[in-house]
């Protein structure tokens, strides 16, 4: 049985699971399965996977004719997986060439690792216009480049980690001093732990970052501190979908209100403001992208749906997610169109 299993659920996904595909199948590291669920996809993605499980066979395909929502095919793909360690991946994504086999090293580096349930690496982007954002990865100074010109020059060596003590965790992300957490194409979980907590819940739009959350109550996460994928950012992205449709805020408020019950009964003054806020921070945070991106009535449209009693907060944390964002965009824009960037 393999170490580590890629678990790629897929629904219309001919656009770019070639490049997906291959980009697993290139790793340094070799005894892995790749687990493709197909949800009823009616272009060619079936048949552009079963020409490479015909050549490669690693490749594990199960083409459903039942589609499922997002979640239960996440869901579904993780049941059909048979190693120790599950890494999910996105059909839209390029996972960088070392990625398996650093995520297996630093296991075995860590001198007690059996308590360890939950890895992640960093985050980096691929936008459509093929320019890399690879802010953990830096060569030579430099965090931008062309998607080919960093591929060829990318190399995961020395890759430093943390390892975060479970409860520890939970309690500081209460506090609101919690660590990076994974999006699902950063993330490994150990598949006894994932089946016993309960897989993931379709009732949130950030059923990954949400259930980690839930997670490291009770194990240790492991994060390191490079990027091992690149993020393809484009418009039918979930966290897109999230941000225009303004589910993300909803999620939020119904989420943080339940997890500060799941991590203490008895939670402190500041650990109750933190849930109050943290819908209120999202708002901001949509508010601010949408003023970037298409202007200052659509941005007021938001905020004038949202509760009144808010609007002093989002007045308050307004200053310092444009300036983050701003910086971002300076960053970016000379090399990424602004509708790229915020699509």
Known sequence: MSKISVALPVFNGADFIIEAIESI???????????????????????????FAEKDSRIKLF???????????????????????????????????????????????????????????KPAWLFMNNIVKVPFNEINGQTIFDFKEFMQLSRLNDVDFVVHKKEETAQNIINGKGPYLPALTTAIVKKVVFDEIGRFDDKYIHFDVFLWMRLVKNYSYLELGKAFTLTRIHGNQVA?????????????????????????NKPLIRQKLLVFLKPITVATGIITVTLIRFGFFKSLKILINLPLYWWPFIIIYFSKRYRSEMN????????????????
């Open 25 to 51: 199948l290139i790793q340094n590291y070799e005894d892995f399965e790749l687990v493709i669920v197909d949800n009823a996809s009616n272009d060619e993605t079936v048949s552009i996977v079963r020409m």
């Open 328 to 343: 971002n965009k300076k960053d970016l824009e000379q090399y990424v169109p602004v509708d790229l960037i915020y699509p």
């Open 240 to 264: 897109v979908d999230a941000r225009k449709s303004l589910r993300t805020i909803e999620d939020n408020k119904i989420f943080w209100k339940e997890y500060l019950k799941f991590v203490t």
């Open 63 to 121: 083409a459903f004719d039942e589609h499922l929502g997002q979640v239960d095919n996440v869901n579904r793909v993780a049941k059909m997986c048979t190693s120790e360690w599950i890494h999910f991946f996105c059909h839209d994504d390029i996972m960088l060439q070392g990625c398996i086999k650093n995520v297996i090293d630093t296991i075995e580096k860590v001198e007690d690792n059996r308590d360890i349930a939950l890895i992640s690496h």
